[in-house]
């Protein structure tokens, strides 16, 4: 599985973009990248995944160099409830296994 | 749609007990995972199944068994539990994880403490 390395925390205020950078140097050429979020006392929740490029959906957009030696989750114009922990996992199919770093803990504020 | 089930919600042993921890999935996933999560700590994967009748050893598998006799089933248990045991578990499954679009769902998770 390739290491990856995310900031441990954010802070961002209501309304504002948050912007999660994930580094993963060592990805492969199967691999996808994916994301998910993890509120208080919850089970992870699946948000998004890709390949490369720019993908969105309802929650957020993920945008992928063309080295994919990177990615970046965008929360746009984030509110209190978005205040959880996001973890950035890359791996294909092969794996078998869903490996969680730490993740990194953004705190939405008023 | 209930997804992901697990069973109890909540647990309290005494060193030296043991007990199983059941996850029952109506999403007919081939992929079943065990997790456990400490405070202030990301996931880290206990066991997982690929299938019916196969197991395999996660990144922290010292002290846990599972079983998957039945395909919509995972059980873990702790023959001999111990304070170190104290954690949150997860059960998750997935499809076989082939190409985009393969998300794991999650539980809601056991709160386990072992005194």
């Known amino acids: 599985l390739a290491k990856t390395t995310q900031p441990i925390s954010m802070d961002s205020y209501e309304g504002q973009e948050v912007n999660i950078t994930c580094s993963h140097n060592?990805?492969?050429?199967?691999?996808?990248i994916t994301w998910y979020q993890q509120f208080p006392s919850q089970g992870p929740r699946f948000i998004i995944q890709?390949?490369?490029t720019k993908v969105t959906n309802e929650v957020a957009s993920l945008f992928i160099p063309a080295d994919r030696k990177s990615s970046t989750l965008s929360l746009p114009r984030v509110s209190l409830s978005d205040t959880a922990v996001y973890y950035c996992?890359?791996?294909?199919?092969?794996?078998?296994?869903?490996?969680f770093g730490a993740g990194t803990t953004v705190t939405v504020r008023a | 749609n209930a997804g992901v089930t697990q069973t109890p919600k909540f647990r309290v042993l005494k060193t030296g007990q043991s007990m199983t921890l059941l996850c029952a999935q109506d999403?007919?996933?081939?992929?079943m995972y065990w997790y456990r999560q400490d405070p202030g700590m990301g996931l880290r994967l206990i066991h997982y199944s690929v299938g019916e009748g196969t197991t395999a050893k996660g990144e922290v598998p010292d002290g846990y068994n599972v079983s998957r006799l039945k395909k919509q089933n995972f059980l873990l248990g702790l023959e001999s539990a111990a304070p170190s045991q104290t954690s949150v578990y997860f059960c998750?499954?997935?499809?076989?994880?082939?190409?985009?679009?393969?998300?794991?769902?999650f539980g809601q998770g056991t709160r386990l403490t072992v005194v």
């Open positions: 998750a499954s997935s499809h076989a994880l082939r190409g985009l679009n393969t998300e794991a769902f």
């Open positions: 890709g390949y490369k």
């Open positions: 060592n990805i492969a050429t199967n691999d996808y």
């Open positions: 996992l890359v791996g294909d199919a092969a794996d078998y296994k869903l490996s």
């Open positions: 999403m007919n996933h081939e992929y």
